[in-house]
T-cell receptor, first 112, second 115 residues
C-alpha cells in the first residue's frame, strides 16, 4: 500500500475554502485516492475519490496532480461542521479494494 | 441509503467478562464487513475482515481467540471481546461493503470501557 503524508493540523475560517494536501508519491497506477473524514467520536464518512482526473461532488473537490504523487481536497466554503480529521487513503485493486488503511490524517479546525 | 448501525453505542463492563458488539447493514446486503479499533487520539486500525459464511481474516497482532467475529448473514456481523481487560477499552468501528460494490460504509462506533 502506498504511504501518505498529510499535515497534522490545519485551521480555516468559516466560509473560506479549506485546501487539504496529501502526498502519496509511492502510489501505484491502479490505486485510487480516497478521502474520508471523521468527526469526533463518530465513524468515518466517505467524501470523494479519484484516479487521475479531478473530481467534484456536493461535498468537495479533489485535485490530483498529473504525476499522481499528490492531491488536494478542497472544501469550497468550510463550515463549523467540517471540523474533523481528514484522511487521504490510496486504495487499489490488488486486494480487490478490500482494505482501507488509515494514516494519521489532518485535523481541520474551522473557526468562526 | 447505505446505512450501517452498531449496537450498543457504548458499553461498560467489568474486567474478565465478555461483551458483544453488533454491526448491521440496514438497507443493503454486505458480503464483507470490517472491524476497526481506535484508541484516543490515534487513527483507526483494521482488526479483521469478515466475509459472510466464512471465517474472519485477522490482521497481524490481533488475537483471534480474544476478538471473536461472526458474520452469519448478509446484514449482521458481531464482534465479541472475550475476557475483556482495561487495555481493551477503545472505540470499535465496523464498516460494510455492499455486494458487488467497492465502497465501504461505516457504522457510528461503539465505545467500550472495561473497568
Amino acid at each position: 500500500d502506498a504511504k501518505t503524508t498529510q499535515p497534522p493540523s490545519m485551521d480555516c475560517a468559516e466560509g473560506r475554502a479549506a485546501n487539504l494536501p496529501c502526498n502519496h508519491s509511492t502510489i501505484s497506477g491502479n490505486e485510487y485516492v480516497y478521502w474520508y473524514r471523521q468527526i469526533h467520536s463518530q465513524g468515518p464518512q466517505y467524501i470523494i475519490h479519484g484516479l487521475k482526473n479531478n473530481e467534484t461532488n456536493e461535498m468537495a473537490s479533489l485535485i490530483i496532480t498529473e504525476d499522481r504523487k499528490s492531491s488536494t481536497l478542497i472544501l469550497p466554503h468550510a463550515t463549523l461542521r467540517d471540523t474533523a480529521v481528514y484522511y487521504c487513503i490510496p486504495r487499489g485493486t490488488d486486494t480487490g479494494f478490500q482494505k482501507l488503511v488509515f494514516g494519521t490524517g489532518t485535523r481541520l479546525l474551522v473557526s468562526p | 441509503g447505505a446505512v450501517v448501525s452498531q449496537h450498543p453505542s457504548w458499553v461498560i463492563c467489568k474486567s474478565g467478562t465478555s461483551v458483544k458488539i453488533e454491526c448491521r447493514s440496514l438497507d443493503f446486503q454486505a458480503t464483507t464487513m470490517f472491524w476497526y479499533r481506535q484508541f484516543p487520539k490515534q487513527s483507526l486500525m483494521l482488526m479483521a475482515t469478515s466475509n459472510e459464511g466464512s471465517k474472519a481474516t485477522y490482521e497481524q497482532g490481533v488475537e483471534k481467540d480474544k476478538f471473536l467475529i461472526n458474520h452469519a448473514s448478509l446484514t449482521l456481523s458481531t464482534l465479541t471481546v472475550t475476557s475483556a481487560h482495561p487495555e481493551d477499552s477503545s472505540f470499535y468501528i465496523c464498516s460494510a461493503r455492499e455486494v458487488g460494490a467497492y465502497e465501504q460504509y461505516f457504522g457510528p462506533g461503539t465505545r467500550l470501557t472495561v473497568t
